[in-house]
């Protein structure tokens, strides 16, 4: 990790819908990420989690307050790496379809950079033509990642990403995200409700509860002298379910 910041959020607030049904989702947020770290951002549902990573990557229009990305562009993946893929396209079309938005034409070259992608992420040349559902939930991920990483992004928001796999699979992912984090030079928001697997892959962790960060810190910290109320509470029921 260095002093470099990627991503700065200033009291942000955001809001959904219009009028009298506008409604303010994140309140007063503040975050600041610096090159090659991975913040966690932990919370019940309904805790304003994954619209905080929205608005990190522009996804959220409506908001107030100061934003800077200092990276040319920004992915995310998501839980449901099936729903996040297109079940009528080939892995190689989902791959290459990114580049050929950005102008890429040459045939040869999409399927090269396509398939170079899939090895980097743990699969094989064999999955370049195969569908979503011909794959397994792990390997679906997989391809979500390398999906992600196929423009060179450098800072990638991982929305529960592995929370639809068992355990063994998201030990795999996990793995491989730091792997890809030091290979890529990569920088990684990693959003969960799982404090333990939070844990084990990020240096910094906020903790969110109705729209607003109420701690943030260290993980080590956080977790061995928790400030909050929620975050003691979040913490004993992490315990109590291992």
Not at 79 to 101: C, F, H, M
Request: one cysteine or more; charged letters at 25%.
């Amino acid at each position: 990790m260095t002093n470099e910041i990627i991503l700065h959020l200033g009291n942000v607030n955001s809001y959904y819908g219009r009028g009298k049904a506008r409604k303010q989702v994140l309140k007063n947020i503040s975050l600041t990420l610096h090159k090659g770290e991975v913040l966690g951002v932990v919370g019940e549902s309904g805790s304003g989690k994954s619209t905080l990573a929205k608005c990190a990557i522009g996804l959220v229009t409506d908001i107030e307050g100061e934003r800077k990305l200092n990276v040319e562009n920004s992915q995310m993946v998501f839980q449901d790496s099936y729903g996040s893929l297109n079940p009528a396209k080939t892995v190689g079309w989902i791959l290459e379809e990114p580049l050929r938005v950005r102008g890429l034409r040459d045939k040869k070259e999409l399927r090269r950079r396509a398939v170079e992608m899939l090895q980097t992420v743990g699969l094989e040349e064999e999955h370049y033509d195969r569908k979503p559902s011909q794959l397994s939930g792990g390997q679906r991920q997989r391809v979500s990642i390398a999906a992600s990483l196929i423009q060179g992004s450098k800072l990638i928001i991982l929305d529960e990403p592995v929370s639809a796999l068992d355990v063994t699979l998201q030990a795999q992912i996990l793995q491989l995200l730091v792997d890809l984090k030091e290979r890529l030079d990569l920088s990684y928001i990693f959003i969960s409700h799982d404090l333990a697997v939070v844990y084990q892959i990020c240096d910094r962790v906020m903790v969110m509860y109705h729209g607003e960060v109420v701690e943030q810190g260290d993980v080590d910290a956080v977790y061995d002298n928790p400030q909050h109320e929620y975050t003691k509470k979040l913490l004993e029921a992490s315990l109590s379910l291992g």
